[in-house]
């Protein structure tokens, strides 16, 4: 099961996931101004190893180094899931609300048919028995 991350924890794994590993002062500064304080980032990162989306991975002198164990994917996943949870578990009120303000348009919807029919293909072609 995948742990449920805030938002902070989100963008702390995007940081980890871009520098591979890195010091919760390396976390920290790489946030643009103005920066969450210290004590914020280093709660956070505690509370991500507890949910096994981070691990420590060496220490040097009183300085601990984590490393993400989230992927992106994985990350997306969770993010979408609680997204949906918001709309009652399905696409279609969040899809409605997004064309309501207007951040998804006529073009976006074709894409994402395109899209929609590709993956049925795949998932149909994945089905098919093999002939020998």
Same mark, same amino acid.
């Given at each position: 099961?995948?742990p449920k991350? +805030?938002?902070l924890e989100?963008?702390?794994?995007e ?9 919760m ?6 946030? $643009? ?6 004590t /914020?980032?280093?709660?956070t990162?505690?509370?991500m190893e507890?949910k096994?989306a ?6 040097v #002198?009183? /300085?601990?180094?984590f490393e993400?164990?989230i992927?992106? %994917?994985?990350a997306? %996943?969770?993010?979408? %899931? ?5 709309? #009652? #578990? ?5 899809m +409605?609300?997004?064309?309501?303000? #207007?951040?998804? /348009?006529l073009? %976006? ?15 149909k072609?994945?089905r098919? $028995?093999?002939s020998?």
């Amino acid at each position: 099961m995948r742990p449920k991350l +805030a938002k902070l924890e989100f963008r702390i794994l995007e940081i980890l996931r871009a520098k591979g590993k890195a010091s919760m002062r390396e976390v920290q500064q790489a946030f $643009p101004e103005p920066r969450p304080a210290y004590t /914020t980032i280093t709660n956070t990162v505690y509370r991500m190893e507890v949910k096994k989306a981070v691990r420590r991975v060496e220490k040097v #002198g009183n /300085t601990d180094i984590f490393e993400p164990l989230i992927d992106k %994917d994985a990350a997306r %996943d969770s993010l979408l %899931d609680e997204i949906l949870s918001f709309f #009652g #578990g399905r696409p279609q009120p969040m899809m +409605a609300q997004l064309i309501e303000s #207007g951040k998804l /348009t006529l073009a %976006d919807i074709r894409e994402l048919e395109e899209a929609a029919a590709e993956a049925a293909r795949k998932r149909k072609a994945e089905r098919k $028995p093999r002939s020998k």
